[in-house]
């Protein structure tokens, strides 16, 4: 059975700062691995997918890697703004199960 | 260009009384659609998912049914809701797992 981590639960920056989320999983049978955003109250909003043949993949300031051999994922958001404050998902479609397993999320807040 | 629509945004019950939420997707066909649950600071819980007209699958056993009536409707309901029915519910949808998922405003339910 998939499991998805994402550490640390809570994260704190001042404006500007590069940061990273990360996102680790135990079956590296994926298919894909999704990034979603999810402002409070509110439905995820997909920030980036990457295929399990891609490397990373780069939408403005942000970028997402895969590492399939050893089941982690990286977001990185350059040049941090307060409106980046919101809880950060990834979940991971194993094709073996047909459906994906979501992280708990990493809440970020970035402060002005 | 596909949208999904989810209502209501909100929904307050009484303990005991009967639930139907509704999803539908616009401009796709026989799409893949996903219940999701998340309470308060937690992550998704997938509750049910179809991959066609009356195909259903439960994840977890529960106060809790799900329908497909027609290709792009899935309809979660109970006959009795219970104060533990209480989250915020997601629907989404996907053309296929390799492909992610697109998800829609959610409703917040509280059962009271």
């Known amino acids: 059975k998939q499991e998805v981590t994402q550490i640390p639960a809570a994260l704190s920056v001042p404006e500007g700062e590069n940061l990273v989320l990360n996102c680790s999983f135990t079956?590296?049978?994926?298919?894909?691995l999704q990034w979603f955003r999810q402002d409070p109250g509110k439905g995820l909003t997909s920030l980036l997918l990457?295929?399990?043949?891609?490397r990373e993949q780069t939408s403005g300031r942000l970028n997402a890697s895969l590492d399939k051999s050893s089941g982690r994922s990286t977001l990185y958001i350059a040049a941090s703004q307060p409106g980046d404050s919101a809880t950060y998902l990834c979940?991971?479609?194993?094709?073996?199960?047909?459906?994906?397993?979501f992280g708990d999320g990493t809440t970020l807040t970035v402060k002005p | 260009s596909q949208t999904i629509h989810q209502w209501p945004a909100t929904l307050v019950q009484p303990v005991g009384s009967p639930l139907s939420l509704e999803c539908t997707v616009e401009?796709?066909?026989?799409?893949?659609l996903y219940w999701y649950r998340q309470a308060a600071g937690r992550g998704l819980q997938l509750l049910f998912y179809?991959?066609?007209?009356?195909?259903i699958s439960s994840e977890v056993p529960q106060n809790l049914s799900a329908s497909r009536p027609q290709d792009r409707q899935f309809i979660l309901s109970s006959k009795k809701l219970l104060l533990s029915d209480s989250g915020f519910y997601l629907c989404?949808?996907?053309?296929?797992?390799?492909?992610?998922?697109?998800f829609g405003s959610g409703t917040r339910l509280t059962v009271v």
């Open positions: 179809s991959v066609g007209i009356g195909q």
């Open positions: 401009g796709t066909s026989n799409p893949n």
């Open positions: 989404a949808w996907s053309p296929g797992g390799r492909y992610g998922y697109t």
């Open positions: 079956d590296s049978a994926i298919y894909n």
């Open positions: 979940a991971t479609y194993n094709t073996n199960a047909g459906k994906s397993t």
């Open positions: 990457i295929q399990s043949s891609q």
